[in-house]
């Protein structure tokens, strides 16, 4: 496809559940960004990828938090023992190397009930 | 730390009149910035850049910004609104070489366009 795809597009969880959200992105782009948003606010930075390997994971907010990137194109994020807090938008953005344009998907809704 | 900051949270104006958004960044070398706008529903979707050159840049859907280094600054305009621009609207910057991919937005500001 054209841009970055992540599915599901809508996920609802019960609190303590594992959930995994996915991103496709767009190919040859190198760089792979995950932010979260939470209602009201801006997206905030998770983790980035350059290649196969996480180049800047300081944005995780705890251990729950994990993501991978094996072949250097889909990433999936994951998430253990789910809270009603980490219900947010998960958006997964990718560019052709860092810091330059960012394209985003649409995002995950993560619902935690 | 870099950070942004978008004073306002609403603004309401007329179709066809012009728009100003307020982006004030704090970050210790030459940013990179951005627009962002993201409607109901979608994605984020890239409105202008600054990487360096030129202050006054031009974007898509006919919006500009000018970088303004002395007042840290990063204001999004547009001389004639439509009523398709209602969205909100998302200021970023990403630094050099220390927090490289590493973008910081600011919460939005909803821009609301009265008929």
């Known amino acids: 496809g054209a841009g970055v795809s992540q599915t599901p597009s809508n996920k609802v969880t019960e609190k303590g559940k594992y959930v995994e959200l996915r991103c496709d992105p767009i190919?040859?782009?190198?760089?792979l960004y995950w932010y979260r948003q939470s209602l009201g606010q801006g997206p905030e930075f998770l983790i980035y990828?350059?290649?196969?390997?996480?180049?800047?994971d300081s944005g995780l907010p705890n251990d729950r938090f994990f993501a991978v990137r094996p072949e250097g194109s889909v990433s999936t994020l994951k998430i253990q023992r789910t809270e009603r807090g980490d219900s947010a938008v998960y958006l997964c953005a990718s560019s052709r190397t860092v810091n330059t344009e960012a394209f985003f998907g649409q995002g995950t809704r993560l619902t935690v009930v | 730390a870099q950070s942004v900051t978008q004073p306002d949270i609403h603004i309401t104006v007329s179709e066809g009149a012009s728009l100003e958004l307020r982006c004030n960044y704090s970050y210790g070398a030459t940013p990179y910035l951005f627009w962002y706008v993201q409607s109901p529903g979608q994605g984020l979707q890239l409105l202008l850049k600054y990487f360096s050159g030129d202050t006054l840049v031009q974007g898509i859907k006919g919006f500009e910004a000018e970088f303004k280094r002395s007042q840290s600054s990063f204001n999004l305009r547009k001389p004639s609104v439509h009523w398709s621009d209602a969205a909100e609207y998302f200021c970023a910057v990403v630094g050099g070489n220390t927090n490289a991919g590493k973008s910081t937005f600011g919460d939005g500001t909803t821009l609301t366009v009265k008929p």
């Open positions: 190919s040859g782009h190198t760089a």
């Open positions: 990828f350059q290649g196969t390997g996480a180049a800047d």
